[in-house]
């Protein structure tokens, strides 16, 4: 199966610097988009940026020029660079990631880590 393990949320002052970390693990898969999502209280999840396996990558508008998001084929590892935050980037913050199956026990090709929150004051 797919596991995945985020690392990095947390309480910052508006302006301040976050880095999420997302690792996939497991066997019978390769990847082929790594992304982060958030979906704040009574919002819906919305898409904050996702790379690919190839290394493109795309963002939310409200995150550009704010957010970098970053690879690591070797280690299936995602981060998410996040510097000046806002008060309304206050969401939790979910992996996720697309996959290709080769073993035919993993079912699905779409999974998600339980999120990481992040909360910025003002």
């Known amino acids: 199966q797919v596991q995945l393990v985020e690392s990095g949320g947390g309480l910052v002052q508006a302006g301040g610097s976050l880095r999420l970390s997302c690792a996939a693990s497991g066997s019978g898969f390769s990847i082929n988009t790594m992304g982060w999502y958030r979906q704040a209280p009574g919002k819906q999840r919305e898409l904050v940026a996702t790379i690919t396996r190839g290394g493109s990558t795309n963002y939310a508008d409200s995150v550009k020029g704010r957010f970098t998001i970053s690879g690591d084929n070797v280690k299936n590892t995602v981060y998410l660079q996040m510097n000046s935050l806002k008060p309304e980037d206050t969401a939790m913050y979910l992996c996720?990631?697309?996959?290709?199956?080769?073993?035919?026990?993993?079912?699905?090709?779409?999974?998600w880590g339980q999120g990481t929150q992040v909360t910025v004051s003002s």
């Open positions: 996720n990631v697309k996959i290709t199956a080769y073993d035919p026990r993993i079912r699905g090709y779409d999974y």
